[in-house]
């Protein structure tokens, strides 16, 4: 499997934006589906979007939908999430995930089986 890296994570102010990137390591991003979640001190992961690398479907948790958008990058074999009108409730650390699952799995953590170290985002009120 592949190592996954995040970077882009980082302090701001409510109101702004930031844009997480994961980057593969040692094989394409091919056939997989890679996802961000979150997770809060004291919660839950929860999903925040996934996008299949191949085909293009993609899928937004209820607190992204119209403010965060995924994208990918062939060139970098990269995954972005542009983050906008940030909310200090989006504070958490933000994973990046791969994995294969079927479009109605997209938000299931456990379709997940590879995992990234994490970024830290923090939004300040």
């Known amino acids: 499997q592949a190592d996954l890296v995040e970077s882009g994570g980082g302090f701001v102010a409510a109101g702004g934006s930031l844009t997480l990137s994961c980057a593969a390591s040692g094989r394409s991003f091919a056939g997989y589906t890679v996802a961000w979640f979150r997770q809060a001190p004291g919660k839950e992961r929860e999903f925040v979007s996934a996008i299949r690398w191949s085909g293009g479907n993609t899928a937004y948790g209820d607190s992204a939908k119209g403010r965060f958008a995924i994208s990918k990058d062939y060139v970098k074999n990269a995954v972005s999430l542009q983050m906008n009108s940030l909310k200090p409730d989006d504070t958490a650390v933000y994973y990046c995930?791969?994995?294969?699952?079927?479009?109605?799995?997209?938000?299931?953590?456990?379709?997940?089986?590879?995992w990234g170290q994490g970024t830290q985002v923090t939004v300040s009120s």
């Open positions: 995930a791969s994995g294969r699952p079927i479009v109605s799995e997209f938000r299931n953590v456990r379709a997940y089986g590879n």
